[in-house]
């Protein structure tokens, strides 16, 4: 089994929390915190095997901030298209759907399911080709949300929003390039949000295939937030419209 390593120790425990096949963990030897223990207990009760050891061992796996924690992990689990499509839609009234065009950026990756694990969105869809990898420097940057939302690598974000659009889900393009603000677009139905690369953007490929396109009002002459930022801003309009 293919397997990567994870830094930190909320990672390690959301990873636990998650029933993720822990292969072995790794600790700082002298390290105390609530945080620690807690993570200890787990391990215990879990049966994982995990053993103390010096910050040079620490150290050859990265030199990352790991606070006293490096676990081997099997490879995170990714979801077919259209099975994970159809479960959502069964499942859930009203889902959120969020299609991620060309973000390469690990940390803004992390950042992006952290924010959409809090806000329950429903699904991820990235192309397998050209986006950040799901590995350890993204689950730790999520604070575990990489755990709580099912993700999909697909070959052509295109065939999402096909697929999405047979069922009744409409898209909307989060774009600079919209007429409309995001306060003026309906997000209170089934959704599907589409965000591109800070420096790209959407394709226009993409963008002439959505029904709806909706920017966010930028001041002092800025043209763009970054991308994580703007994502934690729409889901939240999202859940605000649909209190």
């Not at 790794?26 to 879990?46: A, C, I, P, V, Y």
């Not at 010096?54 to 150290?59: A, C, D, G, Y």
């Not at 979801?79 to 991620?100: A, R, S």
Request: charged fraction near 25%; hydrophobic fraction near 45%.
């Amino acid at each position: 089994m293919e397997t990567f390593t994870i830094f930190g120790i909320r990672a390690i425990l959301e990873a636990i929390h998650s029933e993720k096949p822990i292969d072995k963990v790794w600790l700082l030897k002298g390290t105390q915190s609530k945080l620690f223990e807690q993570l200890l207990h787990k391990l215990r009760e879990k049966n994982i095997a995990f053993s103390f050891v010096p910050v040079e061992r620490l150290s050859r796996f990265s030199e990352k901030n790991h606070q006293g924690a490096v676990a081997r992990i099997g490879a995170l689990k990714t979801f077919e298209m259209e099975p994970l499509i159809e479960e959502v839609i069964q499942t859930k009234k009203n889902p959120i759907f969020l299609l991620l065009d060309g973000i390469t950026d690990v940390r803004n990756f992390g950042a992006i399911l952290r924010s959409a694990a809090a806000s329950g969105v429903d699904a991820v869809f990235i192309p397998s080709g050209g986006s950040a990898p799901l590995n350890g420097d993204t689950i730790k940057t999520s604070a575990g949300g990489a755990f709580k939302v099912p993700i999909s690598k697909v070959n052509h974000l295109k065939d999402v929003i096909y697929y999405l659009k047979a069922q009744q889900v409409p898209s909307v393009a989060i774009t600079e390039k919209a007429s409309d603000t995001l306060y003026q677009t309906d997000l209170k139905g089934p959704v599907a949000l589409i965000f591109g690369s800070e420096d790209i953007g959407i394709s226009s490929g993409i963008l002439k295939l959505v029904d709806a396109k909706a920017k966010l009002p930028l001041h002092n002459e800025m043209d763009s937030l970054n991308v994580s930022v703007a994502c934690g801003i729409v889901f939240y309009e999202a859940i605000r419209q649909r209190l």
